[in-house]
């Protein structure tokens, strides 16, 4: 099976509805691949929780806002990147940690970037206090590990 490259990127208002968008706007794109149901499910939580950190915490979810997100296919790899221009991470050493959430009030569960390293074969975080964050997913899909072997 030939793997082509292909890239796509789309940016939106930093809207709690717009997540959704996003999850379906990406599983439309990877669709074409040989990928497993349980991939693509993944592939959705991952954008679901990176997206909603951008618009929640980044943000405020002030709709001012602007969160980007590209996808790239490369051989069998999906790379994801999300990034918004919000209030950035102060720490993100706890922000990784396990149930460690900054809006207890909307009852987050804290769990999201977990959740990406869980479902990811990488996870990178770039952020800058006052300039926002860049959350960078790297996943390499089954078909293409069988490949190598």
Sequence with gaps: MTVQRNFMSVS?????????????????????LDITMD????????ISEAVTNAIIHGYDENPEGVVHISVRIDEGTVEVVVE???????????????????KPELERSGMGFTIMENFMDSLEVATAVGKGTTVRLTKRLSFAKALQN
């Design 12 to 32: 939106f208002a930093a809207l709690s509805q717009n997540e959704a968008f996003t999850r379906v706007a990406v599983a439309s794109f990877i669709s074409h």
């Design 39 to 46: 991939e693509l499910e993944e592939m959705k939580t991952v």
């Design 84 to 102: 918004d221009n919000g209030k950035g991470i102060e720490d993100v050493e706890q922000a990784m940690q396990p149930l460690f959430t900054t």
